[in-house]
C-alpha cells in the first residue's frame, strides 16, 4: 500500500515538473510569436515595388493629374520663336524626363521652339485644394504683367497660364528660372494612353535626339 501510494506522489511530481518546463519554455520567448509575424509584415512591407516616379508627378506635389496634356497650339503674346533651335520644328526627339505617365521614353514631334525664360512655380489652385509645389513649367509670358526682366527664385507672381484646372490666376512662387529653348511637342506615350498634341512644355535639356 505504501509503494503504490510512493509511486502515485513521483507520478504527480514528473507531471508537474513537465508542465512547469512547457510553461517556462514559453516564458523565455514571449516574443517569438511576435517577433515571427513582424517578419512578416515586414516582407510585405519592404517588398513593395517603389512607385513610378511618373506617377508620382501625376497624384503627388507635382500636380499634373489635372493636367490638360493636349493644347490648341496657341502660345502666349509676346513669345519669340527661336532662331536656331536644336531640335527644329518637325524633326523627332526622345523625352529623356516627363512630367506625367508615359511620356518619359517617349519619341516626340517638335511643333514649336522658342526662346524664353522658364520657371518651376509653386502655387495654391484657385479652386482649393492640396498646394502645387514645383510645376514644370511655365514661360515667361504666361505670368501676369511680366516685364523685360526674368523672375527670380523667391518671386511672387500671379499666373495667367491654364494647363490644369485652378492654375489661371493663382498667386506662385518661383522656384527655379532658366533661361534656354521651351519646345511645343506632340507624342503618343508609353503607357498606351491616347495621342497628346501640342504639349506645353519641355525645355532643351529634357530632350535627346531621336534614335
Known sequence: MMKKWMMGIIALLTAFSLTACGAASEDANPDEAENNQTEEQG????????PNKEEEAETGHGGHGDMDH????EVPEGLKEAENPTYEVGSKAKIEEGHMGGMEGAEATIVGAYDTTVYAVSYDPTTGGERVEKHKWVVHEEIKDAGEQPYEPGDEVTLEAEHMAGMGSAKAEIDTAEQTTVY???????DGSDKVTNHQWVTEAELSPAE
Open 70 to 73: 493636349s493644347g490648341s497650339g
Open 184 to 190: 511645343m511637342i506632340d507624342f503618343t506615350p508609353t
Open 43 to 50: 516582407t510585405d512591407q519592404t517588398g513593395t515595388e517603389e
